[in-house]
């Protein structure tokens, strides 16, 4: 209990759509009845298709968007309760790295105002020692200190993200939620981004949420995956263990789906039907029925629940439900 | 080797684009052709009103029943006298400082309201944003010359009322504007990240929000200062502005009116100069929007 | 100046010779694509493969015709279809061309189609330009290819509007309206990075099966080794404007010349130790208004040499793989000796 340092319990978040003025409300359900709990130091993956939920579940936790229901509990502490203010300062210990390094630095401010002023705002250090933690966060991250007085625009794609993760490490954070840091950088400057982000792991203790679309990465960085379709997790499992068998069939589906490495590799595709339904009104049961290959009668009407299996894993799949 | 030039050049542009700023604005300036004479209109108008006291060939209120309606070109009066012999172009050169007050004030002072709301109802949006909201559509469905006639009617005429109710009716515009640009703004990622950094509200407002208002707020502004100067003619031509004896085109117009059949030129140079003046700031302020606006001016 | 290799004995269908691309900017104009020479044959697929800012997009709107007026411009070299020059046709002609022997499919469906016409009627428009039909044959047509392409119930979907389909929807819907015309040559830029795997997957079958079945040549555009391997022929890596390695897909994986790709390839985070540090070119993609003298991808080589900064290599062949490097021109005995030492040198300054 002591080495669990963020729990997401029940988390929910529900979007009102206006579907004009004499209409009822209907609600996109973007997280529904998520849980898990992400372990100091390790690597918590969180992957799935556009609009499963994924980068909600993040701002959410984050009170960038405010929860519907459920509980955030970090290091101890229900902060999804908390006051603005009070939220504030505990957004010292829980930092962000955002997806578009072009959008998420303020591009009328230097690169100095840009990193100091996280720590200005919560009250640490003298102005020349936070002058001095920026000049010292800049090299870290792989820029020089002459980068410090110029501004967003003159710098290319992956030194921004190095920009936008010195912003978030500056604090010394105890977890980074880090929303597709890689995906939006040039192939070559995704594997130092991603170098960085484990270096820097190893350097400060970090404890990172991973949130991403790309197999591959995920992979590669975490230690645990959360698989998320239509706002729920299902499959939950050891990265290692997830790759080698995946038990949900959406998830065998997604990782059969992964672009191969060689033109001689063959693989045996599982080519999903369709798309994904619209989350204002998923399928009823397992929103996966209407796509999966193994769809039984009890899918269409009683939603799986997660279950623990043998080896650790979580699946909700009524495949390997216990009865 | 090559490394060095490249931050040579990067440092050069960098210092390039802080000193020059407004240089390299003034250049794309003159190379367009209506922005800079309407830049020309607008420099010469403050100058005429600047030094009217120097430029004014005649008194502008002093009445001589002897030279009334006088044809321009005679007696030394350029533009003619009206029906009290007072000198038309010398009241057409005070008459500019009215206007530019005006203009100016009111719009100063519509833009500090109106933008006020606009932020709040934006930023806080939820009931903030619909009470503040509400009240701009109730003072829209007022017809705009209706509310200022109320206000004159109710507190009495002269320059100050005529400002006050200008900026009673002018500052909805600004207000619904910086609204739909905070409402933007407060979506971009950097505000975000902004919040996830933990940031106080009020800092994100004024450090973060508020700089990028900067651009809308100096082109509406810009053509605001026609829309209020020729708003305050409307009035002072309806008889609720600016009083007699005071010159201002408004009223000039209003006075000349009656004599539009015998002595044309009473009516006609106020209206020119109203005319001039507002096409001048129309053209700068056209030019200006296109300039600052970052979608027309992909090479930033 | 060297031709561009043949990897088959196919009758070419595209030929692009020498190509050079060039954008007018405020005082001079900026060459964004250079020296590029590719053969496309009936019925192959071929992958450009570059990052942002390499000129793969630009050169499949130099062929097109659709380079941005009048900024954009092709400064030397010309572009063959079928025997034909293209690459100076008037517009009226080059618009005879385009939907009709040549199709694009974009990047993002959802901007591609215009939101107040249904699909029927966008689909409507390359018939009515380039075949005599009635509204009826027309209509009959468009569900025909809907189908094949493996939409269901197309007599529903020509009459729905855009936004009530999702992007995968989208995706093939341009694909429709590209192959209405059957086009010799589909030309798609980046037709899955919007898209997620599970419906990437889709889409890549599709054009596979749209290559397969209509013999229809594919000009692949992307940044994703991965989907070459899954569909194309052969490859041409693009860097900063040029192509720097030309060759077979098998070729191109088993043993590739140019450290940028070999780079690429290492730097897939599936042939990295899983946690362990991912092989990485070093430093950024350069602008195109500051690039490196000598080899536009001396700055971030690990096996640099002097030449390399001083001089552009040129292309070397030995028939079926082309590269554009100096490790790779043959050189007077002593020389290359010269050039593995440095190799040597780099190397141990390095790790």
């Keep these: 209990m002591s080495n669990t340092l963020l729990e997401v319990k029940r988390l929910k978040k529900h979007f009102a759509i206006n579907n004009g003025l004499f209409k009822d409300k209907s609600y996109v359900k973007a997280v529904d009845n998520v849980s898990f709990s992400v372990m100091k130091g390790e690597t918590f993956g969180i992957v799935g298709e556009s609009g499963c939920g994924k980068s909600t579940t993040g701002r959410t936790i984050l009170r960038l968007n405010e929860l519907t229901s459920g509980e955030v509990l970090f290091d101890g502490q229900d902060i999804s309760t908390l006051s603005y203010e009070d939220m504030r300062k505990a957004r010292r210990k829980l930092q962000m790295v955002f997806q578009d390094p072009y959008a998420s630095l303020n591009p009328k401010k230097t690169i100095r105002q840009i990193l100091t002023e996280p720590l200005r705002v919560h009250g640490l250090f003298t102005k020349k020692e936070r002058e001095e933690k920026a000049a010292e966060i800049i090299e870290i991250v792989g820029l020089h200190v002459s980068h410090l007085d110029r501004y967003p625009h003159e710098f290319s794609g992956g030194q921004r993200q190095r920009i936008g993760i010195a912003r978030a490490v500056i604090l010394q954070p105890d977890l980074i939620i880090a929303d597709e840091p890689v995906s939006a950088l040039d192939v070559s400057i995704q594997s130092q981004v991603i170098n960085l982000l484990l270096r820097l792991q190893m350097d400060f203790n970090l404890t990172y949420i991973f949130i991403s679309h790309d197999l591959g990465v995920v992979k590669h960085i975490t230690d645990r995956v959360a698989v998320m379709y239509l706002g729920r997790i299902v499959e939950l499992a050891k990265t290692e263990d997830l790759y080698d068998q995946p038990m949900h069939p959406y998830t065998q589906a997604l990782l059969s789906a992964e672009p191969i490495r060689h033109p001689d590799q063959k693989r045996d595709r599982i080519i999903l039907k369709g798309d994904v339904p619209s989350p204002v009104s998923p399928p009823s049961g397992c929103t996966f029925h209407t796509r999966c290959v193994s769809c039984m009668e009890i899918c269409k009407t009683e939603i799986p629940l997660l279950e623990i299996m043998e080896d650790g894993r979580s699946v909700a799949c009524h495949l390997y439900n216990k009865m | 080797m090559s490394q060095v030039s490249v931050e040579k050049r990067i440092l050069y542009k960098t210092n390039e684009r802080q000193n020059g700023k407004v240089v390299s604005l003034f250049k794309r300036l003159v190379k367009n052709p209506f922005g800079f004479l309407g830049f020309l209109v607008i420099l010469s108008v403050c100058i005429v009103g600047l030094l009217a006291p120097i430029i004014a060939p005649f008194n502008p209120v002093e009445t001589d029943l002897t030279k009334k309606l006088l044809a321009p070109m005679t007696e030394g009066h350029l533009l003619g006298t009206d029906q009290l012999g007072r000198d038309i172009l010398s009241r057409i050169i005070y008459g500019t400082r009215i206007s530019l007050l005006i203009g100016v004030t009111t719009v100063l002072f519509a833009g500090l309201i109106g933008t006020t709301v606009g932020v709040l109802a934006g930023y806080f949006r939820g009931w903030v944003d619909v009470v503040l909201m509400r009240i701009v559509d109730v003072q829209l469905s007022f017809p705009f010359i209706l509310l200022v006639l109320i206000i004159n009617a109710v507190l009495g005429t002269g320059l100050k009322n005529i400002m006050l109710s200008l900026i009673v009716v002018g500052w909805v515009s600004y207000a619904r504007v910086i609204r739909s640009e905070v409402l933007a703004i407060r979506e971009k990622e950097y505000i975000h990240s902004c919040f996830a950094t933990g940031v106080p509200q009020w800092e994100i407002i004024v450090k973060h929000i508020m700089p990028n208002l900067f651009t809308p707020l100096i082109v509406l502004a810009s053509l605001q200062v026609s829309t209020f100067i020729i708003a305050e003619a409307s009035v002072s031509f309806l008889g609720f502005g600016v009083q007699p004896p005071t010159p201002a085109w408004g009223n000039m117009l209003n006075e000349g009116k009656n004599f539009i059949l015998s002595s044309w030129w009473l009516i006609t140079f106020p209206g020119l100069a109203l005319v001039i003046t507002t096409l001048g700031i129309n053209l700068f302020g056209d030019w200006l929007r296109d300039e600052l606006d970052p979608e027309m001016n992909q090479n930033r | ?351």
């Design chain 3, 1 to 351: 100046m060297k031709e561009g290799i043949q990897l088959s004995t196919l009758k070419p269908l595209l030929e692009i010779r020498n190509l050079d691309v060039s954008f007018r900017t405020q005082d001079s104009s900026l060459r964004i694509v250079h020296g590029l020479n590719l053969t496309l044959a009936q019925g192959e697929t071929i992958g450009i493969v570059g990052e942002s800012g390499s000129g793969k997009s630009v050169t499949s709107l130099a062929i097109m015709g659709l380079l941005p007026k009048p900024t954009g411009f092709i400064s030397n070299g010309e572009i063959l279809l079928d025997g034909r020059k293209i690459s100076d046709l008037k517009e009226k002609e080059m618009r005879e061309l385009r939907g009709n022997d040549i199709s694009m499919i974009f990047q993002e469906p959802m901007t591609s189609l215009n939101p107040v016409f249904t699909i029927g009627d966008q689909l409507s428009e390359p018939l009515k330009r380039h075949k005599k039909m009635s509204r009826k044959e027309r209509r009959t047509r468009i569900i025909d290819m809907l189908r094949t392409l493996g939409i269901s119930r197309p007599e529903k979907i020509i009459d729905e509007y855009p936004h009530q389909l999702s992007g995968g929807m989208r995706q093939r819907i341009m694909i429709s309206l590209a192959m209405l015309g059957e086009p010799k040559l589909l030309i798609a830029d980046e037709p899955t990075t919007a898209l997620d795997v599970t419906i990437q997957a889709q889409i890549l079958d599709l054009i596979r099966t749209i290559n397969k079945q209509k013999n229809t040549s594919v000009m692949l555009i992307t940044h994703d080794l991965g989907v070459v391997a899954e569909i194309c022929d052969k490859v041409a890596v693009m860097y900063a404007g040029e192509i720097v390695e030309y060759t077979d897909v098998r070729t191109l994986f088993d043993k590739p010349l140019h450290p940028y790709t070999q780079g690429l390839i290492a730097s897939m985070p599936n042939m990295n130790e899983r946690k362990g540090e991912l092989y990485s070119i070093a430093g950024n993609v350069p602008r195109p208004t500051d690039l490196p003298k000598g080899c536009h991808f001396s700055t971030r080589c690990m096996y640099a040499m002097d030449c390399c900064h001083e001089e552009a290599p040129p292309t070397t062949s030995n028939g079926c793989h082309s590269v554009r490097c100096w490790l790779h021109v043959d050189q007077p005995e002593g020389h290359s000796v010269e050039i593995e030492e440095e190799k040597n040198v780099q190397y141990a300054v390095r790790s």
